[in-house]
Structures are given as C-alpha cells and as structure tokens.
C-alpha cells in the first residue's frame, strides 16, 4: 500500500514518513507542492495525505486536481493548521475523506490511515509513543562555548523526539575542549532535526546567537526562531509555552521572564538577584519599557523581524537582548515596539553551576549599558531627523 505525503514543512513529514514506514506502508513524501502533483500521477498512491497551506499551489488545488481533473477516488486525507469552517466545508463538498486539524498525535494520524486504506500484509508494531505533529515548524539557537563537560544532551534528544517540528541549531563559539566533537556525535542521525553551525574563532554569545539566528532564518520551513541557554536553566517545556504564546497571539517577540511567582520554580544566587534587580532598574530607564526580565536567556521571534533584530553586528558583549529591543523601539517607535513584544513568566529557572559570567563581569555590565544608551541615541536622532524630512 502506497501513501503520499505533501507538505512545505518537511519537519511534520519526517515524523510521518518514519511511523507509517514501520506500519509497512510504502511512503513518498514531497515538500513542494506542484512536485506533489507530478508524484501523484507516477506513484499513483493508495492514498494522499495533504497539507492545506502550502506556497504556490494550495491543499485545495491537489485535491481539485485528484477529484476534478483525474476524476478520481482515491482517499484523500487533509492534515493541516487551518481550521476555517468553509474550508472545511468546502474540503468535504471536494471530496475530501478525513480532515484533521494539528497539533494531533502521530497514533491517532496512523489510526485513521489504517481505517481508510487498511492494514499492509507486512505489517509491523510500530512505536507506540506519543509524538506530537504540530502546526508551526520552530528552530531554536542554542549557543555553546567549552560545554563539552555540562552538555545536557539527553534532554536535548528526548525532546526532539517527542515534539515534532523542532529543529535545534548548535553554535559551537570557538570552543576550547571537544565540545564540536560531542555536538557532532549529537547531531549523528538526527541530521534532520539538528545542526551544528561551527565559529572558528571564539566571538562570544551575542555573535554565536546572531550568526545562528541568521543561519536558520535561511530556512523556509520554520516559522519562529528563537534562542536558548545550553545549560537550560529555561528548560525546553518552557520554551514550548513560549512558542505557544506567539503562536496564539499577534507578538513578534516573546522573551521568558525569572521573575519569581507562586508555584514557580526560580532559584538566583542571592547576591546575583541584587546586582539583577539594580541592573534592570537601569535598563528600564533605557529602554522607557517595563521589561523586568530582559537578559533571560530564552527568546522567539517571529521570522519577519530577525532581519531587524539581528543583521548588524551587537556593540556589546553581554546585553545583546538589550540592544534587540532597542532595535525594535527604533524601528517601530516606542509604542508600537511595546504591542509587539510580550514578556512571559516562566515556571522553572534555575542558576547552573559554571555559569560564564562572574560577578565581576556583571559590574562591567553597568558600562556597556552606559555604551548602549549613548550608541542607540545617535541613531534615534538620526531616524527623528529623517522622519522629519520626509514629512
């Protein structure tokens, strides 16, 4: 039994491809849709699994051709984000056998298969775990500098395995010990979820960050990109409420927030949360915004302002985060930079040992706050002179 899968995100076809394959389907997917046209006239499917949204030839279109065009009855299954009721509508009027709505579970996708087509002769018990389809496709910064020791890499792979549509890009900043060697034995068959971009030279976390947010905003399947601390202080649950967050909402920027409340789990030293506290006071006044947690190490953008937050390179080494909402405020002005970003609180922040920043570091911090202020005005009042010649 054969089943073809077109979709633009190739992070949800993989999932699928690899579960209906144990199951003993013979499985062809296509992430371009008019591709997806072609290969349904030579592979001439059992079944045809189709997402809706798709660039340059919509979900809608491959099942008029199969219905209209071909005049044909094979199964058509819609897995798709879109939860229009005309287009629902308008799906099942075409023709369409099943539509599904993501996020949904690979099981129940496999279950609704078998009902369709039946079961292969060959068939084999496939994993039974939940793994989750979703309807965005994320991928996540993570910058590394001499981790080698501390890399919480099974965390790291049980998530991806878990959450469908994930896909993790290490920055290895010049490191000094092996740790390009132990992000490369990560990476090993997980090609498809993970890459390892390499710095030669160590150029600190404000450029690991931006080089690899850069890196995969060249990828046109994902949809947000963020960034987040190797050590997960954040872990990756609460990066996913985050994404949620933008997902659901017209934000372009979330940033996690330690800010300690009930039932949460936030641990600082106490000595760093004072240093803290006085250094946000600070950058609140900087940034005429009520940010109280700016230099958390967990972030996602939407793709359409990475351009804006991070094509120039950071004049600071530690308060980059800083910069990107000065960045928005001077692009967008004040008001409108504040409706676009949203600061979330997280349930769980935890202070790892090894951290890279000592407390004498986070005294110079007081400067380079100082070194942004006076940099960033000079730009604001050129932007305030050219609006003004404009007008």
């Excluded at 390009?180 to 068959?189: A, D, I, R, S, T």
């Excluded at 933008?246 to 940033?255: P, R, T």
């Excluded at 800010?259 to 006044?285: F, P, Q, Y």
């Excluded at 349930?347 to 920043?357: C, F, N, Q, T, V």
């Amino acid at each position: 039994m054969k089943i073809l899968a077109i979709d633009d995100q190739k992070l949800v076809l993989i999932p699928l491809e690899s579960r209906l394959q144990e199951l003993g389907y013979e499985v062809q997917i296509e992430t371009n849709a008019l591709k997806g046209v072609e290969a349904y006239d030579t592979f001439q499917p059992d079944l045809v699994i189709v997402d809706m949204n798709m660039p340059t030839v919509s979900g809608m279109e491959i099942v008029q051709h199969i219905r209209r065009d071909k005049a044909e009855q094979t199964p058509i299954m819609i897995l798709s984000g879109n939860t229009d009721d005309d287009m629902i509508t308008k799906g099942f009027d075409l023709g369409v056998n099943d539509y599904m709505k993501k996020p949904l579970s690979l099981n129940e996708v496999c279950a609704r298969v078998k009902r369709l087509i039946g079961v292969p002769k060959n068939t084999a018990t496939a994993h039974t775990e939940t793994v989750m389809i979703q309807q965005r496709c994320v991928g996540v910064v993570i910058p590394c500098y001499n981790e080698a020791e501390r890399l919480l890499s099974t965390e790291f792979i049980e998530f991806i395995d878990r959450n469908s549509g994930y896909h993790l890009c290490f920055v290895n900043d010049g490191s000094k010990d092996n740790t390009l060697e132990v992000l490369q034995n990560l990476q090993k068959g997980r090609e498809n979820y993970i890459t390892v971009y390499d710095c030669k030279k160590n150029g600190g976390k404000a450029e690991a960050v931006r080089l690899g947010m850069l890196h995969m905003a060249a990828r046109t399947d994902l949809d947000y990109i963020g960034f987040l601390d190797a050590d997960l202080s954040t872990d990756l649950a609460d990066f996913d409420d985050l994404v949620s967050t933008i997902e659901n909402s017209d934000f372009k920027i979330v940033s996690g927030s330690r800010i300690s409340r009930m039932g949460a789990n936030i641990t600082k030293e106490s000595a760093r949360k004072v240093i803290s506290m006085t250094i946000n006071l600070i950058i609140r006044t900087i940034l005429s915004m009520n940010f109280k947690d700016t230099q958390c190490g967990a972030k996602i953008f939407h793709k359409d302002v990475i351009p804006i937050s991070f094509d120039k390179k950071f004049i600071t080494k530690w308060l980059f985060d800083v910069e990107i909402f000065m960045r928005m405020r001077l692009h967008f002005g004040l008001e409108r930079a504040k409706s676009m970003m949203c600061e979330k609180p997280l349930k769980r922040w935890i202070h790892a040992d090894g951290s890279k920043l000592s407390m004498k570091d986070s005294i110079k911090i007081i400067g380079q706050l100082g070194q942004i202020a006076w940099s960033y005005r000079g730009k604001k009042k050129s932007a305030s002179n050219a609006d003004l010649e404009m007008v």
